[in-house]
Protein backbone atom coordinates (compact mmCIF):
# COMPACT_ATOMS: atom_id res chain seq x y z
CA UNK A 1 0.00 0.00 0.00
CA UNK A 2 1.57 3.38 -1.04
CA UNK A 3 2.41 6.20 1.80
CA UNK A 4 0.53 9.26 0.84
CA UNK A 5 1.35 12.83 0.63
CA UNK A 6 -1.07 15.51 0.42
CA UNK A 7 -1.19 18.86 -1.39
CA UNK A 8 -3.17 21.38 -0.39
CA UNK A 9 -3.62 24.54 -2.54
CA UNK A 10 -5.27 26.97 -0.55
CA UNK A 11 -7.52 29.46 -2.67
CA UNK A 12 -8.56 33.21 -1.31
CA UNK A 13 -8.95 32.80 2.50
CA UNK A 14 -6.91 29.48 2.99
CA UNK A 15 -3.65 29.40 3.19
CA UNK A 16 -2.79 28.90 6.90
CA UNK A 17 0.90 27.67 7.44
CA UNK A 18 -0.94 27.43 11.08
CA UNK A 19 -2.37 24.09 10.13
CA UNK A 20 0.83 22.28 9.57
CA UNK A 21 2.73 20.57 12.62
CA UNK A 22 6.46 21.33 11.71
CA UNK A 23 5.96 23.68 8.76
CA UNK A 24 9.02 23.95 6.65
CA UNK A 25 8.96 26.48 4.01
CA UNK A 26 10.84 24.85 0.61
CA UNK A 27 12.03 26.99 -2.44
CA UNK A 28 11.18 24.92 -5.83
CA UNK A 29 11.70 25.62 -9.44
CA UNK A 30 9.95 23.91 -12.04
CA UNK A 31 10.36 23.83 -15.94
CA UNK A 32 7.70 25.87 -16.09
CA UNK A 33 9.08 28.82 -13.94
CA UNK A 34 8.38 29.58 -10.39
CA UNK A 35 5.10 28.72 -8.78
CA UNK A 36 2.93 30.83 -6.66
CA UNK A 37 5.05 30.43 -3.67
CA UNK A 38 7.37 28.34 -1.42
CA UNK A 39 5.72 24.97 -0.77
CA UNK A 40 5.28 24.44 3.27
CA UNK A 41 5.78 21.20 4.14
CA UNK A 42 4.94 19.37 7.37
CA UNK A 43 2.02 16.99 8.80
CA UNK A 44 -1.16 17.20 9.56
CA UNK A 45 -2.20 14.02 12.21
CA UNK A 46 1.38 12.29 11.42
CA UNK A 47 0.10 12.64 7.77
CA UNK A 48 2.76 14.04 5.04
CA UNK A 49 1.14 17.09 4.19
CA UNK A 50 2.50 20.31 1.43
CA UNK A 51 0.66 23.34 1.46
CA UNK A 52 0.76 25.64 -1.63
CA UNK A 53 -1.21 29.17 -1.49
CA UNK A 54 -2.74 29.90 -5.21
CA UNK A 55 -2.77 33.06 -5.26
CA UNK A 56 0.81 33.74 -3.39
CA UNK A 57 0.57 34.26 0.39
CA UNK A 58 0.19 37.72 -0.03
CA UNK A 59 -2.80 37.31 -2.27
CA UNK A 60 -0.60 39.57 -5.10
CA UNK A 61 -1.60 37.14 -7.81
CA UNK A 62 -4.53 37.38 -10.09
CA UNK A 63 -6.00 34.44 -11.54
CA UNK A 64 -5.16 34.38 -15.16
CA UNK A 65 -1.35 35.40 -13.94
CA UNK A 66 -1.40 32.32 -11.60
CA UNK A 67 1.43 29.86 -12.66
CA UNK A 68 -0.70 26.58 -12.72
CA UNK A 69 1.89 24.02 -14.55
CA UNK A 70 4.38 25.28 -12.03
CA UNK A 71 2.07 24.72 -8.98
CA UNK A 72 0.82 21.38 -10.09
CA UNK A 73 4.40 20.01 -11.23
CA UNK A 74 6.04 21.26 -7.90
CA UNK A 75 3.64 19.09 -6.00
CA UNK A 76 3.97 16.09 -7.86
CA UNK A 77 7.62 16.90 -7.63
CA UNK A 78 7.73 16.55 -3.83
CA UNK A 79 5.98 13.31 -4.01
CA UNK A 80 2.15 14.38 -3.32
CA UNK A 81 -0.53 11.51 -4.69
CA UNK A 82 -3.10 13.98 -3.69
CA UNK A 83 -4.44 17.21 -4.26
CA UNK A 84 -7.28 18.64 -2.44
CA UNK A 85 -8.23 22.44 -2.96
CA UNK A 86 -10.24 24.95 -1.95
CA UNK A 87 -11.65 27.63 -4.65
CA UNK A 88 -14.21 30.67 -3.46
CA UNK A 89 -17.39 30.69 -6.09
CA UNK A 90 -20.51 32.54 -6.66
CA UNK A 91 -23.68 30.11 -6.61
CA UNK A 92 -25.82 30.30 -9.59
CA UNK A 93 -28.66 27.87 -8.02
CA UNK A 94 -31.28 29.77 -5.28
CA UNK A 95 -30.37 26.39 -2.97
CA UNK A 96 -26.69 26.97 -2.62
CA UNK A 97 -26.37 29.58 -0.25
CA UNK A 98 -23.40 31.85 0.34
CA UNK A 99 -21.80 29.98 3.19
CA UNK A 100 -22.01 26.05 1.77
CA UNK A 101 -19.70 23.95 0.33
CA UNK A 102 -19.82 22.20 -2.67
CA UNK A 103 -18.08 18.95 -3.37
CA UNK A 104 -17.77 19.37 -7.26
CA UNK A 105 -17.69 17.15 -10.37
CA UNK A 106 -17.75 18.46 -13.33
CA UNK A 107 -16.68 21.91 -14.82
CA UNK A 108 -16.99 24.15 -17.84
CA UNK A 109 -14.53 25.92 -18.87
CA UNK A 110 -14.55 29.17 -20.04
CA UNK A 111 -11.23 30.00 -19.93
CA UNK A 112 -9.20 31.52 -22.59
CA UNK A 113 -5.70 32.93 -22.30
CA UNK A 114 -3.85 30.02 -19.75
CA UNK A 115 -1.08 27.23 -20.34
CA UNK A 116 -3.61 24.35 -20.10
CA UNK A 117 -1.57 20.75 -20.44
CA UNK A 118 2.22 20.15 -19.40
CA UNK A 119 2.44 18.67 -23.70
CA UNK A 120 2.15 22.13 -25.60
CA UNK A 121 4.33 20.74 -27.56
CA UNK A 122 7.07 23.90 -27.51
CA UNK A 123 10.72 23.11 -28.10
CA UNK A 124 11.64 24.00 -24.55
CA UNK A 125 8.97 21.63 -23.19
CA UNK A 126 10.04 18.37 -21.40
CA UNK A 127 7.20 16.77 -22.45
CA UNK A 128 7.46 16.09 -26.97
CA UNK A 129 4.09 13.89 -26.90
CA UNK A 130 0.69 14.48 -27.79
CA UNK A 131 -1.42 14.00 -25.17
CA UNK A 132 -5.51 14.04 -24.70
CA UNK A 133 -6.51 13.52 -21.38
CA UNK A 134 -10.17 12.50 -20.96
CA UNK A 135 -11.75 14.69 -17.79
CA UNK A 136 -14.66 12.51 -16.95
CA UNK A 137 -14.95 11.87 -13.53
CA UNK A 138 -12.88 15.38 -13.42
CA UNK A 139 -11.91 15.17 -10.00
CA UNK A 140 -11.03 11.54 -8.03
CA UNK A 141 -14.55 9.99 -7.00
CA UNK A 142 -13.03 8.37 -4.40
CA UNK A 143 -12.03 11.58 -2.25
CA UNK A 144 -14.88 13.49 -3.24
CA UNK A 145 -16.52 10.84 -1.27
CA UNK A 146 -14.30 11.15 1.82
CA UNK A 147 -14.45 14.38 2.10
CA UNK A 148 -18.47 14.62 1.55
CA UNK A 149 -18.86 12.24 4.38
CA UNK A 150 -16.53 13.83 7.10
CA UNK A 151 -18.59 17.49 5.92
CA UNK A 152 -21.57 15.45 6.67
CA UNK A 153 -20.33 13.81 10.10
CA UNK A 154 -18.66 18.10 10.53
CA UNK A 155 -22.22 19.33 10.58
CA UNK A 156 -21.53 21.34 7.73
CA UNK A 157 -23.91 22.61 5.04
CA UNK A 158 -22.36 20.28 2.42
CA UNK A 159 -23.89 20.18 -1.36
CA UNK A 160 -22.94 16.33 -3.11
CA UNK A 161 -22.00 17.44 -5.77
CA UNK A 162 -21.93 20.27 -9.06
CA UNK A 163 -20.27 21.72 -11.98
CA UNK A 164 -18.00 24.93 -11.46
CA UNK A 165 -17.44 27.00 -15.08
CA UNK A 166 -14.58 28.65 -14.70
CA UNK A 167 -14.67 32.17 -16.16
CA UNK A 168 -11.07 34.12 -16.97
CA UNK A 169 -11.65 36.92 -14.65
CA UNK A 170 -10.83 38.75 -13.20
CA UNK A 171 -14.12 40.90 -13.67
CA UNK A 172 -17.43 38.86 -13.05
CA UNK A 173 -19.18 37.78 -15.30
CA UNK A 174 -22.18 40.17 -16.83
CA UNK A 175 -25.69 38.95 -15.62
CA UNK A 176 -26.12 37.29 -19.31
CA UNK A 177 -23.06 35.09 -18.95
CA UNK A 178 -24.68 34.48 -15.22
CA UNK A 179 -27.80 33.70 -16.70
CA UNK A 180 -26.18 31.29 -19.54
CA UNK A 181 -24.45 29.46 -17.14
CA UNK A 182 -27.55 28.74 -14.69
CA UNK A 183 -29.25 27.62 -18.17
CA UNK A 184 -26.22 25.55 -19.02
CA UNK A 185 -26.89 23.72 -15.28
CA UNK A 186 -23.81 24.84 -14.33
CA UNK A 187 -23.77 25.27 -10.21
CA UNK A 188 -20.99 27.96 -10.00
CA UNK A 189 -18.94 29.93 -11.33
CA UNK A 190 -15.10 30.61 -10.50
CA UNK A 191 -11.97 31.85 -12.03
CA UNK A 192 -9.39 29.19 -11.11
CA UNK A 193 -10.45 25.33 -10.84
CA UNK A 194 -9.53 25.27 -14.76
CA UNK A 195 -6.35 24.16 -15.41
CA UNK A 196 -5.65 23.40 -12.55
CA UNK A 197 -7.82 20.40 -12.30
CA UNK A 198 -6.84 19.26 -15.82
CA UNK A 199 -3.38 19.58 -15.02
CA UNK A 200 -3.20 17.37 -11.63
CA UNK A 201 -5.20 14.75 -14.08
CA UNK A 202 -2.34 15.10 -16.71
CA UNK A 203 0.61 14.75 -13.76
CA UNK A 204 -1.59 11.86 -12.42
CA UNK A 205 -2.65 13.25 -9.11
CA UNK A 206 -5.87 12.73 -7.11
CA UNK A 207 -7.42 16.00 -7.24
CA UNK A 208 -11.26 17.16 -5.49
CA UNK A 209 -12.06 20.62 -4.32
CA UNK A 210 -14.46 22.05 -2.16
CA UNK A 211 -16.01 25.03 -3.52
CA UNK A 212 -16.86 27.64 -1.10
CA UNK A 213 -20.12 29.50 -2.08
CA UNK A 214 -18.92 33.30 -1.32
CA UNK A 215 -22.14 35.03 -3.20
CA UNK A 216 -25.03 34.43 -5.27
CA UNK A 217 -23.49 35.81 -8.51
CA UNK A 218 -25.43 38.78 -10.23
CA UNK A 219 -27.99 36.64 -11.91
CA UNK A 220 -29.86 36.84 -8.33
CA UNK A 221 -27.57 39.38 -6.47
CA UNK A 222 -27.38 42.10 -9.03
CA UNK A 223 -23.88 43.42 -8.41
CA UNK A 224 -21.44 40.98 -6.74
CA UNK A 225 -19.69 42.89 -3.62
CA UNK A 226 -16.11 42.42 -2.93
CA UNK A 227 -16.68 43.39 0.40
CA UNK A 228 -19.75 40.43 0.99
CA UNK A 229 -17.26 37.86 -0.48
CA UNK A 230 -14.62 38.40 1.08
CA UNK A 231 -16.73 38.30 4.47
CA UNK A 232 -17.98 35.49 3.46
CA UNK A 233 -14.76 33.84 2.52
CA UNK A 234 -13.51 34.39 5.73
CA UNK A 235 -16.45 32.59 7.53
CA UNK A 236 -16.41 29.65 4.69
CA UNK A 237 -12.36 29.47 5.04
CA UNK A 238 -12.60 27.80 8.69
CA UNK A 239 -15.01 25.21 7.55
CA UNK A 240 -12.98 24.31 5.03
CA UNK A 241 -10.15 24.19 7.38
CA UNK A 242 -12.02 21.91 9.58
CA UNK A 243 -12.81 19.62 6.61
CA UNK A 244 -9.31 19.42 5.30
CA UNK A 245 -7.90 18.59 8.90
CA UNK A 246 -10.26 15.93 9.92
CA UNK A 247 -10.57 14.20 6.14
CA UNK A 248 -6.55 14.38 6.01
CA UNK A 249 -6.27 11.43 8.40
CA UNK A 250 -9.16 9.42 6.69
CA UNK A 251 -7.58 10.01 3.58
CA UNK A 252 -4.00 8.00 4.65
CA UNK A 253 -6.44 5.05 5.79
CA UNK A 254 -6.96 3.98 2.56
CA UNK A 255 -5.54 2.19 -0.19
CA UNK A 256 -4.98 4.12 -3.10
CA UNK A 257 -2.91 1.95 -5.52
CA UNK A 258 -5.44 0.96 -7.64
CA UNK A 259 -6.79 4.88 -7.66
CA UNK A 260 -3.20 5.82 -8.79
CA UNK A 261 -2.18 2.85 -11.13
CA UNK A 262 -5.84 3.93 -13.21
CA UNK A 263 -3.89 7.09 -13.09
CA UNK A 264 -0.70 6.02 -14.73
CA UNK A 265 -2.90 3.74 -17.39
CA UNK A 266 -5.40 6.82 -17.95
CA UNK A 267 -1.62 8.84 -19.34
CA UNK A 268 -0.74 5.94 -21.21
CA UNK A 269 -3.77 5.09 -23.13
CA UNK A 270 -4.20 9.00 -23.56
CA UNK A 271 -1.07 9.12 -25.58
CA UNK A 272 -0.95 9.73 -29.06
CA UNK A 273 2.34 9.80 -30.29
CA UNK A 274 3.29 6.90 -27.88
CA UNK A 275 -0.03 4.53 -29.02
CA UNK A 276 0.10 5.71 -33.15
N1 LIG B 1 -15.40 33.92 -6.80
C1 LIG B 1 -16.24 34.23 -5.79
N2 LIG B 1 -17.42 34.69 -6.26
C2 LIG B 1 -17.33 34.68 -7.60
C3 LIG B 1 -18.21 35.02 -8.66
N3 LIG B 1 -19.43 35.48 -8.41
N4 LIG B 1 -17.77 34.88 -9.93
C4 LIG B 1 -16.52 34.41 -10.17
N5 LIG B 1 -15.65 34.08 -9.22
C5 LIG B 1 -16.04 34.19 -7.95
Redesign the pocket.
Known amino acids: MSKVKIGIIGG ?1 GLNKPGILEGGTEKVVQTPFGPPSDVLIEGQISGVDCVLLARHGREHTINPSSINYRANIWALKDVGCTHVIVS ?5 LQEDIKPGDLVIVDSFIDRTFKRENTFYDGSPNSPFKDVVHMPMEPAFCSKTRSLLLETARDLGLPVHEGGSVVT ?1 E ?1 PR ?2 SKAE ?1 NVFRLQGASL ?3 TLVPEVCLAREAGLLYAAVAM ?6 WRCGV ?1 NVVE ?1 LKN ?1 RANAKKVEKLFLAVIPKIAEQNWDNELKCMKDMLKYSNQTQIS
Open positions: SSATGSIGFSSVNMATDYDCVVL
